[in-house]
């Protein structure tokens, strides 16, 4: 099922994107306000969409995914979870990321992958 607006993301998507905002801070690509606006459109967000929880199944399957792709592992997790919401079936399921290695999985595994 998804969230209101279709979204589904992976139960630690959202501490991933808030690392991703502390990284370009840090860096001084990303402004003090331009963060805080950041962490504010995430939190609207996250109301919105729903999450795959973290359980064995996610965990087991991207063990195995980690097998056949070059993947980190909280991105292994991320391709299970998608892959275990669909049933699998990712043909016609859209997987949206800004990793271009975890973009390749999950064109690889069937999705069709938009990367901003």
Same mark, same amino acid.
């Given at each position: 099922?998804? &969230? =209101?607006? &279709?979204?589904? %993301? ?6 991933? %994107?808030?690392?991703?905002?502390? =990284?370009?801070? =840090?860096? $001084? ?16 967000? #996250? %109301?919105?969409?729903?999450? %795959? #929880? ?10 195995? /995914?980690? $097998?056949?792709?070059? /993947? ?8 299970? @979870? ?9 043909? $016609? ?7 271009? =290695?975890?973009?390749?999985?999950? @064109? ?6 938009? #990367?901003?």
């Amino acid at each position: 099922m998804a &969230g =209101r607006f &279709g979204q589904v %993301v992976w139960w630690a998507a959202r501490v991933e %994107v808030s690392s991703a905002f502390a =990284r370009l801070y =840090r860096e $001084g690509a990303l402004k003090a306000g331009a963060r805080q606006e950041a962490i504010a459109r995430l939190q609207v967000l #996250s %109301v919105l969409w729903d999450e %795959v #929880s973290p359980h064995n199944e996610v965990r087991d399957r991207a063990v195995q /995914l980690m $097998g056949i792709y070059t /993947l980190r592992a909280a991105d292994s997790l991320q391709l299970a @979870a998608a892959l275990l919401w669909c049933r699998e079936r990712p043909v $016609g399921r859209t997987f949206v990321s800004a990793d271009t =290695r975890l973009c390749e999985a999950a @064109a690889q595994a069937g999705f069709t992958v938009v #990367s901003p």
